[in-house]
């Protein structure tokens, strides 16, 4: 199978690179820039992409590779400050802009027979740059520019070399998916081999060899990503396999009973149930910080796994839905980009542990998760059912976790979510949930004046939760659910609504 390595040097939008050439049929992984060349070289990739990135290839700490890079006889594609890179490497010139390009451009096509082969002349592309290439190293030619931008795709056909200055993996470049596919394809002769049921069938052959004889648990969630996790497990391990779902008193209302009757009955696990709320509680008592709760959350559930683990015997693996988004949110070694988050399953497990992990999704996006649920025969509901974040309620309750607080959210939520599945938008939502504030309001309910909690709503559309829109939802649906979460839930006197896309935000609030 062909693999494609993303360095990445800081862009925003190196993970939608990954997900549009996966998109295409073509492995992608992602590597931070500062990777060894020899460690790039033992992944054996096919090809190489060079995201773009905020910097000047001459400032100062410029993130910058190893010419030898060039060197590896495979071919190179430059987006953006990858294109400024490989120029600058080569024996080109770079220099700032007198007009930079941030948004919309028109692209001028000087020739059809490399990249920009059966792209028009004329299209719409999305520029974000303040440096442009003046001269392009020797044995490139100019296939492309714009009115401000003299290089907007540069070639080396004879070495394989390419590079735009646009970013052809956001929708606003309109035949990005076109230029990519030449890049993939006709220049590079990959191969379209990535697909979910070639993952599946190499996938359980990989922890067959990992976990061998081995007993192995795994620790359900209620999410898509802990039950696909468990299904492919159960394929390689067979009886081996034993789930474990906690309930930590903060799921959703009702929640526990309903999904073990579910995992037992419809999907044929073996599934372990623990009532454990108390033993949460107590951990998250006066606790506000929320990586402190993702930590506590996620050492407590691994207590808890090996207590269950010792009454089993002989369990050698922990089994968890770690998706690719977690990784990289979780990971500050992505490139120059920040750490976002700690994930209860990533930076959120404790140092010592008695299990090995086995995590088969974690090179997986969410769309190709749900894919994959579908090729192992998952009912639609429970596929389309939206995320729901692993310490569950703690990272919804901004401030102190108390039964109370617990009470007064899972009242609220349900509401929520049995109006927006009434209005028949659930499926058009990515996530839809409420947050509840650490402040109180004044209020008039009955005459009376009350000083009673803050709700918020959140309901965002999103393809794989790297990037979120706020949905634009109906004054009316707004007005029903708030109107039912204060005459409902007691405790609750004010509801407003978040209108906060990521980035600048996150989806969850902690």
């Not at 509680?281 to 559930?301: A, D, M, N, W, Y």
């Not at 996006?365 to 309620?393: T, Y």
């Not at 708030?482 to 409902?488: F, H, L, Q």
Request: proline share 5%; hydrophobic share 40%; glycine share 10%.
């Amino acid at each position: 199978m062909n693999k494609v390595a993303i360095l990445d040097f800081g862009s925003q939008y190196t993970q939608l690179i990954a997900r549009k050439i996966r998109e295409q049929g073509v492995f992608s992984k992602i590597f931070p820039f500062s990777i060894r060349l020899s460690r790039l070289k033992r992944e054996k990739p096919d090809a190489i992409v060079l995201s773009g990135g905020p910097q000047s290839v001459y400032g100062k700490n410029a993130p910058l590779i190893s010419r030898e890079t060039f060197e590896m006889g495979i071919p190179v594609l430059g987006i953006c400050y990858g294109l400024q890179l490989m120029a600058y490497l080569l024996g080109g010139k770079v220099v700032p802009s007198k007009k930079r390009e941030y948004g919309f451009a028109s692209m001028k096509v000087l020739d059809r027979n490399g990249m920009l082969s059966g792209v028009r002349d004329g299209g719409q592309v999305w520029m974000s740059h303040g440096d442009r290439v003046e001269k392009v190293p020797p044995g490139f030619t100019i296939a492309g520019k714009t009115a401000h931008c003299g290089v907007a795709v540069m070639e080396d056909r004879e070495k394989k070399f390419f590079g735009v200055q646009f970013h052809p993996e956001v929708v606003h470049t309109r035949q990005g998916k076109k230029v990519l596919s030449n890049f993939l394809f006709s220049l590079s002769g990959l191969q379209p081999e990535w697909g979910m049921g070639s993952f599946v069938e190499r996938k359980v052959k990989e922890i067959r060899q990992e976990v061998g004889n081995e007993k192995v648990i795994c620790g359900l969630s209620g999410g898509v990503d802990s039950l696909v996790t468990s299904l492919l497990v159960q394929k390689a391990v067979k009886d081996n396999l034993f789930c474990i779902f906690v309930d930590n008193g903060l799921l959703r209302k009702g929640q526990y009973r309903d999904l073990m009757d579910k995992f037992r009955k419809k999907l044929s696990l073996n599934v372990i149930g623990v009532e454990a709320a108390q033993q949460f509680l107590e951990k998250l008592r006066g606790v506000t910080s929320p990586e402190r709760k993702r930590k506590l959350i996620g050492k407590t559930f691994i207590r808890i796994f090996e207590g269950e683990a010792e009454k089993i015997g002989d369990v050698g693996f922990l089994a968890q839905g770690t998706i690719y988004p977690d990784v990289i949110e979780s990971n500050p070694v992505r490139g120059p980009s920040d750490s976002i988050k700690s994930h209860h399953n990533v930076g959120g497990l404790p140092s010592r542990m008695m299990f090995r992990l086995v995590e088969p999704l974690r090179e997986l996006f969410k769309d190709e998760v749900r894919d994959l649920a579908r090729e192992l025969g998952v009912d639609r509901d429970f596929i389309l059912q939206h995320p729901f974040p692993g310490p569950g309620l703690a990272v919804r309750i901004v401030g102190d976790i108390t039964p109370e607080r617990i009470r007064l959210l899972q009242e609220a939520d349900s509401v929520l979510i049995e109006e927006i599945k009434k209005a028949g938008i659930y499926h058009k939502l990515w996530q839809a949930f409420v947050v509840l504030l650490p402040v109180k309001s004044v209020g008039v309910m009955g005459d009376q004046r009350t000083y009673q909690s803050v709700v918020v709503i959140r309901l965002v559309q999103s393809v794989d939760g790297m990037t979120a829109d706020w949905y634009p939802a109906e004054a009316k649906l707004l007005s029903r659910i708030s109107n039912r979460i204060v005459n409902e839930v007691e405790g609750v006197n004010r509801v407003v609504y978040d209108v906060t896309s990521k980035p600048p935000g996150t989806i969850e609030w902690e």
